[in-house]
């Protein structure tokens, strides 16, 4: 997932979404992937998604290729796999690592460690 795109300022309601998750509202889209994914992490994919911007659509991939997600989702090491296309591409370090919030909190700490580190470079 490493990439230097560091010099990209921060949006404050990315950072705002980084560090809380959203606000929790009720979460009208069933979950399309409860077999592997808890409600809780798909009502914060739903939440990153209403970001707009790059995030917009995101919730709706996940629907249409829960398959690719699965297996990122999967991952013993899912912080070093690139995210399915077009989410590698089209989000930043920092924006991955909103992704991975939702997705796998336990994996957050080691692309903060990336971020910072790609940040401290420059």
């Known amino acids: 997932m490493a990439s230097t795109d560091t010099k ?3 949006i404050p309601s990315e950072w705002s979404f980084l560090l809380t998750g959203g606000v929790a509202l009720e979460n009208k889209n069933p979950n399309p992937a409860s077999v592997w994914l808890s409600d809780k992490s798909w009502d914060e994919l ?3 998604g209403d970001l707009g911007g790059v995030f917009s659509g ?3 991939h996940l629907s249409g290729s829960s398959d690719l997600w699965k297996a990122f989702y999967s991952s013993k090491n899912p912080q070093n796999e690139k ?4 989410w590698e591409d089209k989000l930043t370090t920092f924006q991955k690592t909103i992704v991975m919030r939702c997705l796998r909190p336990d994996k957050v700490i080691p692309l903060v460690k990336e971020f910072v580190d790609q940040y401290m470079a420059q």
């Open 58 to 60: 995101i919730a709706k």
């Open 8 to 10: 990209t300022a921060l």
């Open 46 to 48: 739903c939440r990153c």
């Open 83 to 86: 995210l399915p296309a077009p």
